[in-house]
Each structure stands twice: as C-alpha cells, then as structure tokens.
C-alpha cells in the first residue's frame, strides 16, 4: 500500500506540473471538447506540442482516479491490515479527485474562467497534500523514532500547531499565485503596468509562508531523539522554500519569457506542499494496526 501511494504523489505533483504547462504554453484549450480531445481519444491528425499537454494532463488526471480508486477497494478489502483512518482518507481522495474531473471540465468548458482554474489548482494542491500525508502515515516508524516513542508516546503540543501554519499560509500563497496566473496579471503588469495587485499580493504573501516554514524547520532540532523522519521533511521545506524564492525573483527578471522557470516555480509549490503534507502524516496518523487484545482493551 505505501507503494501505491507513494505513486500518487509522484503522479499528483506531475499533474500539477503538467497543468502548470498547459497554462504557460497557452495549451487549456488546445482540446477543445471534454472529455474526449477533437471528438477522439486519440487526436493523431491533431498533434502539436499544445495538444499533446493537454492531452498527457488530462491522461493523467485519469490515470490518478483509477489509481485512488484501487487504493480504497484495497483500504476496504484488507481494512483489518491497514490503520483506521485509511478507508476514510482514500475515500476523501477519491471524492476530492472525483471533483477535481468536473473542474477540469468546467475550466474547458467556461473558457478557463478564473475562479474556476484557480479552484482546480486548490483541489489538485490538496490532494497532492492528502496523499502525502497518507504516505508517511502508512511507513513504519524507524527503529530510533520506536524508541523515542516509548519514552515519549507523542510529540510536544507545541509542534502540532507548526506544521498546520506552515501548511495554511503556503497553501494560501498558491492559490495567490493561481489566481494571479489564470488572470494573466503578472504579465499585464510587467508589460502594461494593470493588474499589478496581484502580483503584490503574491509577492506579501511570500513573506509570511517563508517565515512559517523556517521557523518549522528550526523547531525540529528541539525535536525529542529520534524524530529524525520529521527533521528531515522539515529542513527539506526549508530548502525548497529558499529554492522557490530564488525561481520566483528569477521569473520576475526573466519578465516569465522562459516558460521552463515558470514551470518550475509552480513545480516547486507542489513539492513544498508534498513535504508538508509528509509532516503532517507523520505528526497526525499512526501507522500502527490496532491488535485484537488492542481491540477489546479499548
């Protein structure tokens, strides 16, 4: 099951990769029907690179469904075997993916309306955090983090709160940023001088996220021994966050003409909210399967 899900993620965050190209490349239309493109599961007569994103975006989307479908037969069949917030979680996905299709659909079929696209990326940002989260929740704790846990059988309040902050204002930040690119408005601003509010909210908002994340990764080394899985998710959020803000002041200097560093700003913002998710798996579900002995004691 943890390879499953750890396929997921992968998945999750190329389709946020991918949709994030579909944009830049101006491809959101490029098929013009849903969900076929051109009427055809195939548009040979069709292709160019536009079709060809738009076509591998919605491919995997499909790909993601069938997959979190299995994922919760699965967490329903062997439920005995797996951690009992599983089926519940799996069925959360396969709604929130269910969702996400009908977006994806309405974004084509509103003419990449604003408020639509950008609630696509919010769906799509949350089940990339959902999965990962999932994902670490099923591994089983390292040997160190066992014997942490039976001297100390939970983390300190006063962790708990961090990785939710950290995760709302990054969260927050994305969709800044969403809203800020299906309206098109950093590049009406760096070229016509309008839509410039967006862009300065994206870039306030960058402040607050970066500090959260920081102050997370700081926090971890007051971490009890053994908790090395969490301090090493934290300071990998660090990093992609120092990462992210050199790719986005890049963007700017490059006035977003190279769509491959624009690409890999929102590529970034998935796999932040990746690491994030990880943390809270390893901060809110257990891994362990309650015993029978467990079961009748409780």
Known sequence: MPLLTAHLVVALVALVAIGGATRVMEAGLACPDWPLCYGVLWPGHQWNLQVFLEWFHR??????GVALLLLFALSLRFRTR????????SGLALALVAVQGGL????????????????HLATALTLVLLLSAMHQGL????????AAAAASRSLPSWWTTLPVLAAVLVGAQCLLGGAMASRWAADLCLQAGEGCRWLFLHRQGAYPAAVAVLLLAAASL?????????RGLAFAAAGLVVVQVVIGVLTLRLQLAVPAVTVAHQLTAALLVGVLGGLWGLTFLSPSVPTPLEVAHG
């Open 59 to 64: 491919l995997d989307a499909f790909l993601v």
């Open 82 to 89: 797996f951690p009992g917030w599983l089926p519940w979680s």
């Open 104 to 119: 994806g659909a309405l974004t084509v079929l509103s003419q990449l309306a604003a408020p639509t696209v950008t609630l």
């Open 139 to 146: 591994e089983r704790p390292e040997p160190e983090a066992a």
């Open 222 to 230: 007051a971490l009890p021994a053994g908790r090395r899985r969490l």
